[in-house]
């Protein structure tokens, strides 16, 4: 003690020597027994996670059976929803070169018959755009499509003329890929487009009827895909001049009775509404290869 009592400097450095060791001490075992606890979580996560390596991933009875009833029920509503597609859309029968050809001139003349009853001006030597068929005759494997087309094309003109249209000035088709041999290139899809441009001149009320026949048509899906009005009077009327002064008009409205009409013999001029139009549409045929 009297060690201590003389040096007290050394006495309160070993007093917390001694503390910090007993504090250093406790933080060793802290961790020793923390370091145990993760590793044994760290040991039992990693045998977890090989057991489940080793696992074949596949659903419990029930949810397996619930899956199961799903795909179905798409596979027989997507079923459905393509035949309901099929009935939208004019079929593609066996056709030989030949019958197609032949299809084709009795589809001319009836077209041109059914114009001229209702009054229809076509254009000249009017081969619904298939001209180059008039004359040759197609191949075994695009007949078919020419022949589905030709329907689709014929469908279109039969609108125009039940409308009363006044003439049908253009109608041109693109080709098939078919046709130009590019199908064997092409990557198979579901929905195929052939494209219709028309133009015909008509009153309003003509080109309203025939614009909603083709965009609600049942028997084929027709997209109207740009469409282009003009007006066959460009410039609006001029204004008419007064035959007759005011005073004169005014003498003259004097002279008629109180209650008397006045003579009918004088037209009613109107200044719109007798105008027609021009109408040019590019339109979508849908195919349906499924």
């Not at 074949?56 to 059976?65: E, L, Q």
């Not at 290139?185 to 614009?211: D, G, H, Y």
């Not at 008629?256 to 719109?272: D, E, M, S, T, Y």
């Amino acid at each position: 003690m009297s060690l201590f009592q003389e040096n007290r400097w050394l006495g309160r450095f070993l007093i917390v020597f001694g503390i910090c060791t007993l504090v250093a001490v406790s933080f060793l075992f802290t961790a020793k027994s923390n370091y145990k606890e993760v590793s044994a979580r760290c040991r039992e996560t990693a045998a977890e996670r090989n057991r489940l390596e080793r696992l074949d991933p596949f659903p419990s009875d029930a949810n397996y059976r619930k899956l199961k009833t799903g795909v179905d029920n798409y596979g027989g509503g997507l079923a459905k929803f393509k035949e309901e597609l099929k009935e939208h859309s004019l079929p593609v029968v066996p056709l030989a070169p030949n019958e197609f050809q032949s299809r084709l001139r009795q589809a001319m003349i009836a077209s041109t018959e059914k114009a001229r009853a209702s009054k229809v001006k076509l254009p000249d030597n009017f081969h619904l755009s298939f001209d180059e068929f008039t004359a040759a005759l197609p191949n075994n494997e695009v007949a078919p499509l020419l022949g589905q087309e030709l329907a689709q094309v014929e469908l279109l003109v039969n609108i125009l003329i039940d409308a009363r249209v006044d003439s049908l000035s253009a109608l041109r088709r693109t080709s098939l890929p078919e046709e130009r041999g590019n199908a064997a290139m092409a990557r198979p899809k579901m929905i195929e487009r052939n494209i219709v441009e028309l133009t015909f001149v008509s009153a309003p009320s003509a080109a309203r009827k025939v614009l909603n026949e083709i965009a609600s048509a049942n028997q084929q899906l027709y997209i109207i895909r740009t469409l282009h009005v003009r007006n066959e009077k460009e410039k609006g009327p001029a204004r008419e001049q007064v035959a007759a002064a005011p005073g004169n008009a005014a003498e003259t409205a004097a002279t008629i009775p109180l209650g008397a009409k006045p003579a009918g013999n004088a037209a009613l001029n109107f200044i719109v509404g007798n105008e027609h139009i021009e109408t040019s549409a590019r339109i979508e045929i849908l195919r349906l290869v499924f």
